[in-house]
Nanobody
Framework: QVQLVESGGGLVQAGGSLRLSCAASGRTRRSLNMGWYRQAPGKEREWVAAINWNGGGPDYADFVKGRFTISGDNAKNTIDLQMNSLKPEDTAIYYC??????????????????WGQGTQVTVSS
């Protein structure tokens, strides 16, 4: 089994920055394609950003392009999400997700195999 652990959430004022990290452990025999989702109160979960190490590179949801940057180390199965110019509407629980297969992360039908427990990000106005 694979475990994902997120860190780095917190409270920040609008316009500020936060950096989230996620590390995979357990039976990580191969590189994992990894990404971030978020879920705000009363809203459905939405995809934020992801990296397919085996083709495609980093990709972002339109609402975070230019503000968020995803990076990571495929050998260590870790990813970070640098979030700049944060807005109150970015407030949500952010979840790390991973899958050994290449994923079309943009598709709403995609469901990665592994999920973290989530980390709260709160942006005050």
């Amino acid at each position: 089994q694979v475990q994902l652990v997120e860190s780095g959430g917190g409270l920040v004022q609008a316009g500020g920055s936060l950096r989230l990290s996620c590390a995979a452990s357990g039976r990580t025999r191969r590189s994992l394609n990894m990404g971030w989702y978020r879920q705000a109160p009363g809203k459905e979960r939405e995809w934020v950003a992801a990296i397919n190490w085996n083709g495609g590179g980093p990709d972002y949801a339109d609402f975070v392009k230019g503000r968020f940057t995803i990076s990571g180390d495929n050998a260590k199965n870790t990813i970070d999400l640098q979030m700049n110019s944060l807005k109150p509407e970015d407030t949500a629980i952010y979840y790390c997700a991973a899958d050994p297969a290449w994923l079309n992360w943009r598709s709403q039908r995609v469901s990665p195999d592994y999920w973290g427990q989530g980390t709260q990000v709160t942006v005050s106005s």
